[in-house]
């Protein structure tokens, strides 16, 4: 079974980080390998670790089948970027590039830093006082200390772990974000083909077509967190953060949500924290593995799924810790 | 309670029906705890059956007193000065007063009240001053409500307010009229608006406001859009339990709303506003027997209606808490 990775993108399967020495515990240091994707493809069957879980081929090849057809473009890279709580290092120079077109998924035990890593991408980490930043973070090309930051964060939306829509109608939810943006107030009339236009793409418009003045919590946890999902595709942005977005919902739901987040990645950079492997070998076609605010592998999910380079991303995928 | 006797056989006749016996040991409930938990509990368990029984003859007191007098007539017509009990009219001048008095504290109360929570949950910076108005609203909330009459009195008696209130032909300010003791209610309100609102904003999860941030929002825009409408529940609770304690409290009214029983305005616009009136609670102290009407049976008939206002307005704080509130996972 080969895993082919798709020829755009420029981060390929890469394996970075140095010999750590993270949390006191000695770890075996790393070797730093570059396996250049169209010289070496990946054989599931040559994996060296391969657990139980992943050993379902359809999983990586279905998506790598259909990244071909996708157009991987740079949206987002960190340089070197470190944050700290207090004393603590949360993030510890991290460089990481987000694609359009493709799914990221930062998977790692927990208070590994992934969602720390996650917040700072739409510099939503400002909001903890204690929290202190280093490096760059670059959008488009341009340092995200740069911009306006409503701005930013209308470029980059953001999904949570529990699903919050606002207390108000499945219409407004979707349509706050396009609101109150300058002085004058959208009316309904232009805002309903944005609002019918994202309902759609979230995958929600089928159950909600004739009950928009509704009370959007009344919804069930899974079309809540689709609405969200809807409420920041609205306002197009170019990058989309999803924090465990499944953590609260049932296998079916989380099973729809995936399937929305996989049709998004065509035109939105998808980075996703999760902790559910299955999940992340489900809907990435990128992994990085983070442990104790190190980056300690990045590359194809099928590369790092199939053969992780670095012994304790072999740990952590086999269910040694975590 | 189960006297512990009888543990000892059951257990001894587990391992025979079974032939491996249980690990968890026979649960005692009652007979583990001490004489002091024992007595504790009673304790509790009379003092709150005694509350109800307080409340419940309080109740039933005042509606056997009240229903015994109130009559339509007497909720209809306004007070009449004459010393005998039968030309003296009813009390529907403190009726109204009550609810203009109420209207206007808590008109006062909320924006002021909801402001103040909404600076302290979602600002409080620099914290020193967060603490210093915390430490402000304790104090406003602690002050005996005669405290507050008095220093109002003082405020408003002041020349420059002569626009509050009636200011006789040698310049003395009156300092005594609907607006004034309307302003002195609402700081009995503001305690509970605040508490409230407080709670209600507290309870919104960090994520909710982080989402509106997430799209590009600004904090003002959260608030108004987001959280205001979350704790608008909240507010309403705190509203109304405030107006409770408006229609309960009787010095603020005595000593800043004047002594006619009658709403009496004043000339010019806003006359009324800058006149004087009474409340349920000023009528009812009047016509006891210790004011100078001395009506015990009006008296009696106006605290049954009082009783029933603050009765109806704590009812309302229930359902509202009740409805309309947002819940996230």
Redesign the interface.
Known sequence: MELKQDPQSTNGNRVTGEPGKAGGATVPPLRRIVIESETAPIHVSDAVLTPDAFQDPNAGVLIDQEAESVWVEQRMRTEALSIAYGGKVAVNEVSLEVNSGEVLALIGPSGCGKTTLLRSLNRLVELTPAAKRTGRIMLDGESVDDFDVTHLRSRVGMLFQQPNPFPMSIFDNVAYGLRERGSKRPRKKELEPIVVDALERAGLWDEVSNNLSHPALALSGGQQQRLCIARSLAVSPEVLLLDEPCSALDPISTAIIEETIVGLRSEVAIVIVTHNLQQASRVADRVAFMYLGDMVECGAAGQVFGAPAAERTKEYIGGGFG | MTPPSVNPPLSAEEPAENPQPPKRRPVKVESSWSIMDRIGLGLAWAAGVTLCVIAGAIVIYMAYKGLQYVNWEMITTAPEASLDQSASGGFLDPILGTLLLTVIGILIAIPVGVAVAVWLTEYGRPSGLARAVESGVEIVAGTPSIVLAIFGLLIFQQSFMGLFSFTAEGGAVFGRSFITAGVMMSLVALPMVIGATREALNTI?R??R?????????KA?TIR??LL??ARSGIATGATLGMGRIAGDTAIVVILLGASMTITPEEGPGGLLRGTGSTLTSYVYNNSPAGEGNAPEKAYAAAFVLLLIVIVLNALVGLIGRRNK????
Do not use: F, I, M
């Open positions: 999860p994520h909710v982080e989402a509106s941030y997430a799209l590009g929002k600004d825009t859009r987001v409408p979350s947002p819940q996230w996972n």
